[in-house]
């Protein structure tokens, strides 16, 4: 187990968890909202968290409303939007601060991982994407504007799941 499993998280709907639940396979965590012009990427979000379930992904979408006030909702808004709009499944955890001094401690840690300029540091935008490899390493970072289904970050996925 590493530190970013251990840490305290919320659910969407109030429960307490942790990425503990999921250290046996990989996860991709990713900062989502309803009102960007990214907000398409929950279609290959959840497609990708169908393709790749069975080997041991999870998708992880972590609502945040830092971004141009673009996820203004509630909880039963945001879960709402998302499974009638676009079928999401997959987990949504409480709405949740990047960037800032009020910064969450699982991004306090995911922040610390370098994009594939080597670049670190706060988050971008909506739909940065986190990918953590089973047992709870930070191995990939993917800024926003890079799709779900993108070449990079298909190997990367396949890169840490069992064939």
């Known amino acids: 187990m590493s530190a970013v499993t251990e840490i305290e998280l919320t659910t969407l709907d109030g429960r307490p968890t942790s990425l503990a639940d999921y250290a046996d396979g990989a996860v991709l965590v990713v900062n989502v909202a309803s009102k960007c012009g990214l907000t398409p990427q929950y279609g290959a979000l959840q ?96 800024r926003p504007r890079t799709e779900p289904d993108a070449p990079e970050v298909l190997a990367a996925i396949e890169a840490v799941l069992p064939n």
Not at 53 to 77: H, K, Y
Not at 99 to 120: C, F, I, M, W
């Open 47 to 142: 497609q990708l968290a169908q393709e790749y379930a069975d080997r041991g992904l999870t998708v992880i979408g972590v609502p945040c409303n830092q971004f141009m006030g673009q996820e203004p909702g509630s909880a039963e808004e945001i879960q709402t939007f998302c499974s009638t709009i676009y079928g999401v499944t997959f987990p949504l955890l409480a709405k949740t601060e990047v960037n800032g001094p009020g910064r969450h401690p699982l991004y306090v840690e995911l922040t610390k991982t370098p994009d594939a300029s080597g670049q670190a540091g706060d988050v971008q935008w909506n739909f940065e994407k986190f990918l953590i490899a089973p047992g709870g390493r930070v191995v990939n970072r993917f």
